[in-house]
């Protein structure tokens, strides 16, 4: 039995549940997968869909959250390499590179959710908003202890080439865009190309 000091572990269902809807909702579109799916492919009960989630929209935000701890989470490991800033921009492009090619092949799950929901006071929309703003506030931030200049400047635009990269890599291929991005974004930030 938990205790109010020992924290409770995770429910195995709950995460399957996200696990099982952040593969649909990013392969097929949130709106297009329904509960009874959702239910069907993490072999759970309805019940136990509603205990963890009273709603789609709840699961919607558990499974941007999830993106978000991941995307979080690689910054952290990489602030922890060691890396002198100025290698660290390029380890951020050389990331979104890799992102593109390899894991978010059918573009930004953000960008895609946002699409599904138009408008900007739902709480997906306001999650979203969310992440952006700590996306370019952390980029700001190791732009300015890469001693480049007009960080926030900088920031938005190397926000602005990922957003491109990633619709970019899903309708032309990523091959196609890698080359492009990585080279736009190490001009459009002054690194020196051969840097990183």
């Known amino acids: 039995m938990a205790t109010p000091s020992t924290p409770r572990r995770p429910s195995e269902a709950r995460d399957r549940l996200i696990r099982v809807a952040s ?25 136990t869909f509603y205990r963890h989630f009273p709603s789609k929209e709840d699961l919607v935000l558990a499974y941007l959250q999830s993106e978000d701890a991941a995307i979080q989470g690689a910054f952290a490991a990489a602030e922890q390499s060691g890396a002198e800033p100025r290698e660290l921009v390029g380890l951020v492009i050389q990331a979104v590179a890799d992102d593109v090619e390899r894991q ?16 900007p006071s739902s709480p997906i929309r306001v999650r979203i908003a969310d992440h952006r703003k700590w996306f370019r506030s952390t980029l700001e931030h190791l732009m300015k202890a890469a001693e480049l200049p007009d960080p926030a400047e900088k920031s938005r635009i190397l926000v602005l080439l990922r957003d491109a990269a990633m619709v970019g890599g899903y309708l032309d291929g990523a091959q196609t865009i890698r080359p492009t991005f990585e080279r736009t974004a190490r001009e459009a930030l002054a690194l020196d190309p051969q840097a990183a």
């Not at 978010?104 to 408008?119: K, L, Q, S, V």
Request: with cysteine; glycine share 8%.
């Open 104 to 119: 978010h092949t059918r573009g930004c799950p953000f960008i895609n959710a946002a699409a599904e929901y138009p408008d």
């Open 23 to 47: 593969e649909l909702f990013y392969r097929e579109g949130i709106h297009s997968v329904g509960v009874d799916r959702l239910v069907a492919a993490a072999q759970v009960t309805r019940a």
